[in-house]
């Protein structure tokens, strides 16, 4: 293997999905690594955490990246595959007719990432979810010598079976390490979430607002709903930035707290760059209560 191994990151999950923090962090590592010289590329599915996902090629154009789009058929199915670069990193997403079965739509995108992997030779697989697709399609490239890593970041699985044939599992924390071990008896490696600095250092301060990112419930929505209830029934003047991820605004007041004139929160919405909008310059401080309890999957 080479000093810098070619990494291939294989998911149905797409990689520019602004709404998933997993999706973010993954991205992040990668345009990091070939930024130093690594040859870094992904092939990816669809799958978003928006709460109405656009149709694919809408939701790349948002990016503002330039995306060469084809169509594309296998075994009369017919799909479009999506080719986009960010950063130096080469993506081919694949884009299914919704109408086409489950079954067949993993078989595809397993055809096509082993395509995309006899091109790129990948040395190690980057991969992240437990869905059918995405395992057919990292056992279509997996070849002898070939590393899989998992980049593991939520506490949702609740089964070790996810991992099998896994090499590494890479976690951001060792709360999620001690985690894992605790509960599946999965040993993790540590590997801090990735920084780029032009995503996230303001140049001037403003800060105005408490900022809360995703109202969900495994977010800590319900705690901050009652935290800004009981701030404005006190007449506190701290004002709130709620920044919709996955869920919107509305989650707040579907938790069982009278918010009825509450004037005191103000909503940001998803943007294709989270880094684009003002919600770091404007925050005073960030509520992050996240209650480690992730969503359920059933492995």
């Known amino acids: 293997m080479s000093t810098t191994p070619r990494i291939l990151f294989v998911s149905q999950h797409a990689i520019l999905d602004m709404a998933s923090g997993a999706a973010l962090a993954t991205r992040d590592l990668l345009e990091l690594l070939a930024s ?11 799958t978003r955490d928006g709460r109405k996902p656009e149709p694919l090629v809408d939701d790349l154009a948002r990016l503002g990246l330039p995306v060469e789009s084809r169509n594309a058929t296998d075994g009369g199915h017919a799909f479009r595959v999506h ?17 086409t079965p489950s079954p067949q739509v993993a078989q595809t995108f397993a055809g096509l990432v082993g395509r995309v992997a006899e091109r790129f030779e990948p040395e190690v697989i ?82 105005r607002y408490a900022t809360f990112v995703n109202p969900l419930p495994q977010k800590g929505v319900v705690w901050v709903a009652g935290l800004i209830a009981a701030l404005a029934a006190s007449k506190s003047p701290v004002r709130w930035l ?20 509450v004037s005191t929160v103000r909503r940001l919405r998803n943007t294709p760059d989270p880094w684009a909008d003002r919600k770091f310059e404007l925050t005073a401080f960030l509520v992050h209560p996240n209650t480690g309890n992730g969503s359920s999957q059933k492995r």
């Open 36 to 46: 130093r010289g690594w040859q870094c590329g992904a092939v990816c599915g669809p």
């Open 242 to 261: 709620v920044v919709e991820g996955r869920a919107g605004i509305e989650r707040l007041g579907r938790c069982g707290i009278d918010l009825a004139g």
């Open 83 to 99: 080719h986009v670069r960010s950063r130096g990193v080469p993506i081919t997403f694949f884009d299914p007719d919704p109408t």
């Open 126 to 207: 980057l991969t992240y979810g437990g869905d059918p697709a995405t395992r057919a399609a990292v056992e279509a490239v997996r070849k002898p010598g070939v590393k899989v890593v998992f980049n593991l970041r939520n506490f949702a699985y609740r089964s070790a079976a996810a991992f099998r044939g896994i090499d590494a599992v890479i976690v951001p924390s060792a709360f999620a390490r001690d985690h894992y071990r605790t509960t599946l008896g999965l040993e993790c490696v540590v590997l801090p979430g990735p920084i780029v600095p032009d995503r996230v250092v303001c140049e001037r301060i403003v800060p």
